[in-house]
Nanobody, 114 residues
């Protein structure tokens, strides 16, 4: 399994970014996929997740601003981030779970300036 994130970058507060996570190297089906983030000096935290049947979960801090989606055929997951705030600045990691095993991407940096 190889999860590769893309779409990070720098944006001003109020702007938008769309993160993508493509799965290569395996055709395994994942029960859940999602996004975590880690800001400097902080622990990694869940941002959003989505199950194979489309059940979504969001951190309170991003509800109403971020939307997670997945393409089951490609085992890919996306994160649309709107109304970005400086506190959203972090490295964002793609995550996928199958049979209790978590797989991780290497991360993509999102920087939001005020």
């Amino acid at each position: 399994v190889q999860l590769v994130e893309s779409g990070g970058g720098s944006v001003q507060a109020g702007g938008s970014l769309r993160l993508s996570c493509e799965n290569s190297g395996s055709s395994l089906d994942f029960s859940a996929m999602g996004w975590y983030r880690q800001a400097p000096g902080k622990q990694r935290e869940l941002v959003a997740s989505i199950t194979a049947v489309g059940s979504e979960d969001y951190a309170d801090s991003v509800k109403g601003r971020f939307t997670v989606a997945r393409d089951n055929a490609k085992n890919s997951v996306f994160l649309q981030m709107n109304s970005l705030k400086p506190e959203d600045t972090a490295v964002y990691y793609c995550s996928a779970r199958r049979s209790g095993v978590d797989y991780w991407g290497k991360g993509t940096l999102v920087t939001v300036s005020s």
